[in-house]
């Protein structure tokens, strides 16, 4: 069966959080539900759609921003009671917006995340996880990273209260009270929780999870141990998930998987059969979505998508047929109620076009006058800085509430801005000092007219580290921007991953002296991303790491005095020594440094980097024959006397071109790692090298595996 589905654009709210949106109960058989959302204006909006338009049922006085709204009730009892959370407090109210319950936790942070199971509150802030029965405080969990959501087993179906935890170090913990029972890996970090079919599957023990680099699964939680089902990668690059729910939008007795992402890809995945789940549709709106519901919404019996943007948009996709198509010279007949909506909306048009230019007038005559004083108009700005395994590149992305007029990109560390395709936005880039303080990049993008979103990608170098900032000028008056501030690491390019392989050849370095744990903390967040800003609980912590453009690996143990770190590459080593060494002198603390170096891993390192370094020459290569080649081809009129390599590279010239100029600089990079692997080799032994740097560089382009290793040995 074809899905087809019709957008509604129903109302508009204040900015949203995730998860904050929810569909009551209906009352009666196919009747249509009441819709529930909660912005960061603290205000909650019911509402119900009446002939084609909303009316309000009830409306809160504006408070603190709402981070998680989720309705409740007794067990096996329709759940329609609302639950805000908002700081460290919870509010409950009825269907008809009274409010019954204000409980003040004893959480010292801000809730993050919330799920409610008839007299069961489950809360968390940053690390710390709180469950509250009829709101005494029960048991309490403290994380080894950041919690992103909660859920717990359906206790009707499972007989006992399971919480599940989606943590930020890519793991789900399942809790028994207050002790952590067992941990899931799962491939990324896991942002979005939800029961399969919204009650946990026939066990009620399956859970769908979400992470932020977009992948999607399904993991059965056993009271002994996980059982993975099924995981589908994020083979488009699509954003990362942000919402799930599951509703049978196709009718066909099997609940289809809704899915938001954070790039406003809407999907709907089907069970055709018992394996994985199958893309059935897509659609795209212009922001992220922040929350997603199944249901009847728009009228009696049509069943529909409903998605809650971050601008605080409620769009439904419904299976109402929304429009007619007549052939030529065939009459099409609008229905009465079509009319009237159609009148009532060029009334409000013409309403809203006549009190904007009331405004424009009054803030005319406002900044013209020596009395007024200009406000600063406040406007919220959602971002997002993380890395991309595949490509090894971050990707910054900033969404407004208001349409993006100009972002002006600075870093005072060297940085390459690759392209990015749903980018629309102009970019301009401007000469930078050759002050080592100052600018390395100065870009701006000028965006077209109602852009809300922009996705930048920036790839850096290991061993350079500085800040990158981006300032947001939205299209408001007065003009007004946003200073928002990103930290490049010393190992930028390296990201967790829960194992290493301890059979590769390893150089350690060791450190020792007068530290606390939360000092040698302090300096591993420095130097790595994805590290917990807390210092984890326990006397001894370790990390394992990838780099994301290379494939080594580092692993990092520590504890109160002492540190020690292995890598199977030399330069990640040489980087940390410097930079722990510059971190521990800032702080006059002496440190004893030792390291060992393998030779073996410098072989090992350049046969990792010589087949990139292969293909990427190459690919240059062909680029660069490919205008040679067409001029030829212009000229003999066909391309079929060239010999079949010459003319592959005709054929794929598009291809060959696209994939150049998404991959700036990457050959200049990899000449670069190998120059670094080839000093950093020598200055554990106390010798410069770098006057056989020239030399290097001219074997590099011949690129021949043997002769490389060979100019290596040989130098020492």
Sequence with gaps: MELSLSRVDYMQVGVTAQKTMRL?????????????????????????IKKGEPVTVFKTLPGPKIARLELGGALNTPQEKVFVATGSDVRGFTKRGKQF????????????????????????????????????????????????????????????????????????????????LYEVEVPGPPTVLALHNGDGGDSGEEIVYG???????????????????????????RGGILCIDSFDILRDGVKELLVGRDDGVLEVYSFESADDPVLRYDYVLSESISSIQGGCVGKDGYDEVLACTYSGWLTGLTTELAYREGGSGEEVKLSQEMQSKISSLRNEVEHLQMKVLGEREKYQQSAQSSSAVSSVPAFSVNDKFTLNKDDASYSLILEVQAAIDIILVQSDVPVDLLDVDKNSAVVSFSNCDSDPNGNCLLATYRCQANTTRLELKIRSIEGRYGTLQAYVTPRIQPKTCQVYQYQIKPLSLHQRTHSIDHDRPMNTLMLKGQFSFAEIHSWVVFCLPEVPERTPPGETVTFYFQNTFLGTQLESTYRIGEGCFKSDNISTISILKDVLSKEATKRKINLNISFD?????????????????????????????????????????????LVPEYRSILEEADQLLEEYKKQPAHLERLYGMITDLFIDKFKFRGTNVKSKVPLLLELLDGCEQDRLLAFFEAAS
């Design 24 to 48: 009551l109960p209906a009352s009666g058989r196919r009747a249509t539900q009441k819709v529930v959302v909660g912005d960061q204006d603290g205000v909650i909006t019911c509402f119900g």
């Design 597 to 641: 170096i393998n030779e073996e891993s410098v072989r090992h390192t350049l046969k990792l980097i010589h087949p990139k370094l292969e293909y990427q020459q190459l690919l240059a290569k062909k680029v660069h024959l490919i205008d040679a080649l067409r001029e030829l081809q212009v000229q003999e009129g066909n391309a079929d006397f």
């Design 101 to 180: 319950l204000s409980f003040e936790t004893n959480l010292t942070e801000d809730i993050k995340a919330m799920h409610i199971s008839g007299a069961d509150l489950f809360l968390c802030a940053s690390y710390i996880y709180n469950h509250y029965c009829d709101c005494k405080d029960k048991h309490y969990y403290l994380s080894r990273d950041k919690i992103n959501d909660v859920l717990c087993l359906p206790v009707d179906k499972v007989n006992c209260i399971t919480p599940v935890l989606a943590c930020q170090d890519r793991v789900l913990r399942v809790l028994q009270g207050s002790d952590l």
């Design 211 to 237: 992470t932020s680099d977009g992948k999607l699964g399904l993991i059965q939680i056993t009271g002994s141990a996980s059982v993975p089902k099924w995981e589908i990668e994020n083979e488009k690059r």
